[in-house]
Every structure is written in C-alpha cells, then in structure tokens.
T-cell receptor, first 112, second 112 residues
Framework: ETGVTQTPRHLVMGMTNKKSLKCEQHLGHNAMYWYKQSAKKPLELMFVYNFKEQTENNSVPSRFSPECPNSSHLFLHLHTLQPEDSALYLC???????????FGEGSRLTVL | AQSVSQHNHHVILSEAASLELGCNYSYGGTVNLFWYVQYPGQHLQLLLKYFSGDPLVKGIKGFEAEFIKSKFSFNLRKPSVQWSDTAEYFCAVNYNTDKLIFGTGTRLQVFP
C-alpha cells in the first residue's frame, strides 16, 4: 500500500477509443502529478496540480487531458491516442513542494 | 536546461560487490536531491534524499549518497550489494520548484 492508488493497472485501447486513468491519494498532500515512463527514457513530467490548480503542462499533446476535481483525486482522460503513447503512466503526490514524491504503482497503457 | 545524467545504464554485479552509481545534474542554484528505487513489479519508492546539512546521507537498506556541490554530483553507494538489490535506480533533482526531474535510470542486476 503506497498511499497513492491508480486504476486501472492495465489498459489496452484502440486509437479511436476514449478512456480515463484515475489516481487517488490518501496522504493529505496538496500536489499531484502525472509522469510518463517509457523504456530507456527519463521519467517525463506531464502535469502538475497544486491545490487543484494546474501549475505545469509540460508541452503535452491535447489528446491527454487532465482533471483534478479536488486535492485527493486526479484523472487523465485519453482520446485518439497513438501507438507511441504506450507507456507506464505514474501518478504521484507531494506535500510542501520540496520535490519528495510518493508514487502509485502505475497504469500500463497499450495503444493498438 | 535543467537536466539529470546517470552514467551507468546497466550494471551487473555479484553479491558482496561494492556499488557506486553516478548522478550529475545541471547547475541551477539550490537543489534538493533524491534517489528512488523501483523493484521489479513494484512502485517507485524513495531510497534517500538530501536537502541540506551533512552532504553524506544515509538511506534505507544500507545505501548512502554523497552530495559534492563542486562537481554537481550525487552518487549512490553501497559497500556490499545483495541479490535483493536488483532493481532500477533513479536519480532526481528538485530545483526549488514543485517539479522533480529524473535521470534515465540505472538497471542493477545482482547475481548470487
């Protein structure tokens, strides 16, 4: 149990599908993050939310759409993805902005 | 640009061997430094961190890291590795913002 729960753990979707990834943190943190983890590449920061406000959008294509309804929940809405979007999507949370992140187990996405 | 470099992509050791994994970051003033570990099939978890004070920091499972400001380095060490240390290790840097920038990771394999 990490305190950060991601669902689903695995997702297979076609390029025309619309799906969503969900993240919930039980740590009382005020910031939440989406990272993309691909083989042989650094973890790529996608989005940052601080007190429900988006503070970072790291030039992510619009086919990825984040939503943060409150400090405990974070979604990543997916539509018309490409095969190169296949990766492990990691959610994290933090408190205090010092960079110490707590990660979920990730959602493994495969785009066919 | 802010970046983190990990020099070793894949390290193979026998049990009881000593380990040192290199990490360098680009200059950016005050930094917070981290090493995260990802065991096979598990989530990313914090191994150790440096915010200030003694530049030699000790983490879990016998790991330590030394911050050398003049070299912009934060190398990870363990005097005697175990088979259970087989994992991927990520160096990460926070440049006093709410973002954490990761290196590409080093895959460590320890053979009995």
């Amino acid at each position: 149990e990490t305190g950060v729960t991601q669902t689903p753990r695995h997702l297979v979707m076609g390029m025309t599908n619309k799906k969503s990834l969900k993240c919930e943190q039980h740590l009382g943190h005020n910031a939440m993050y989406w990272y993309k983890q691909s083989a042989k590449k650094p973890l790529e920061l996608m989005f940052v939310y601080n007190f429900k406000e988006q503070t970072e959008n790291n030039s992510v294509p619009s086919r990825f759409s984040p939503e943060c309804p409150n400090s405990s929940h974070l979604f990543l809405h997916l539509h018309t993805l490409q095969p190169e979007d296949s990766a492990l999507y990691l959610c994290a949370s933090s408190q205090g902005g010092n960079g110490e992140l707590f990660f979920g187990e990730g959602s493994r996405l495969t785009v066919l | 640009a802010q970046s983190v470099s990990q020099h070793n992509h894949h390290v193979i050791l026998s049990e009881a061997a000593s380990l040192e994994l290199g990490c360098n970051y680009s200059y950016g003033g005050t930094v917070n430094l981290f090493w995260y570990v990802q065991y096979p099939g598990q989530h990313l978890q914090l191994l150790l961190k440096y915010f200030s004070g003694d530049p030699l920091v000790k983490g879990i499972k016998g790991f330590e890291a030394e911050f050398i400001k003049s070299k912009f380095s934060f190398n990870l060490r363990k005097p005697s590795v175990q088979w259970s240390d087989t994992a991927e290790y990520f160096c990460a840097v926070n440049y006093n913002t709410d973002k954490l920038i990761f290196g590409t990771g080093t895959r460590l394999q320890v053979f009995p």
